[in-house]
């Protein structure tokens, strides 16, 4: 007998591989020059998804997001407030590494877009966590830069999918790396998202 959450589970399994595989057909200049294709790590089940930017090359290497440095620290961050991989999903925006490691430019971004807000709807999160200002500039739909979206509180909107979503927005462990004076902030924002998290008891029902 199968229940019904298993049922939801092995369709979001199934949404999940489908996506992937219309990743495999999009026209997209990066895939051209990455090793992997980088779709994401954790726990798809989660009320938590978290989105970064782009893969490094060591994400490019492994084909999964934040394995390098930057994820390293990432994940020492998260470990503060009781996340891990275990408890939370993570993607990127851009789903193969930009040269050089190299911002992503519009082109790439305006075609990895419609996939990133389809991926989201699959996971329907109740928390999204956006790492920098790329993820969080798109998918806000904002032309503010991540200094001012951090430390307050966004809702993602798709009407596509009918979805409102609460959002925050952190620095990206990259940018810490260069700018450790801004660890303090980041350390802030994410007490006050574990604060959101236990006080709407997120992760109660995983």
Same mark, same amino acid.
């Given at each position: ?21 219309? #990743? ?8 051209? $020059?990455? !090793? ?24 490019? $290497? ?15 961050m ?11 999903? /993570? ?11 190299? !911002?992503?430019?519009?082109?790439? $971004? ?5 996939i990133?807000?389809?991926? $989201?709807s699959i ?62 902030? !980041?350390?802030?924002?994410? #007490?006050?998202?574990?604060e959101? /998290? ?9």
């Amino acid at each position: 007998e199968i229940s019904k959450k298993d049922l939801k589970k092995n369709s979001k399994i199934d949404s999940l591989n489908n996506l992937k595989s219309e #990743l495999k057909n999009i026209d997209c200049n990066l895939k051209e $020059i990455a !090793t992997n294709l980088v779709f994401s790590d954790g726990n798809h089940n989660s009320n938590i998804m978290i989105i970064g930017e782009a893969p490094g090359a060591k994400e490019d $290497i492994a084909g999964k997001p934040f394995v390098g440095d930057a994820g390293k620290l990432l994940d020492k961050m998260l470990a503060y407030i009781n996340l891990s991989r275990k408890n939370f999903y /993570i993607s990127n925006m851009i789903f193969w590494r930009p040269p050089g490691n190299r !911002t992503p430019n519009e082109e790439e $971004i305006s075609t990895c877009l419609p996939i990133t807000k389809k991926h $989201i709807s699959i996971i329907k999160p109740k928390l999204l966590i956006f790492v920098g200002s790329i993820a969080a500039k798109n998918l806000l739909n904002t032309k503010d830069g991540i200094t001012k979206i951090r430390g307050n509180r966004h809702f993602y909107k798709d009407d596509e999918y009918n979805l409102k979503i609460h959002a925050r927005a952190i620095f990206h462990p990259a940018y810490l790396m260069r700018n450790p004076i801004e660890k303090k902030r !980041t350390w802030e924002d994410l #007490l006050e998202i574990d604060e959101f /998290i236990v006080s709407n008891k997120i992760l109660d029902n995983e």
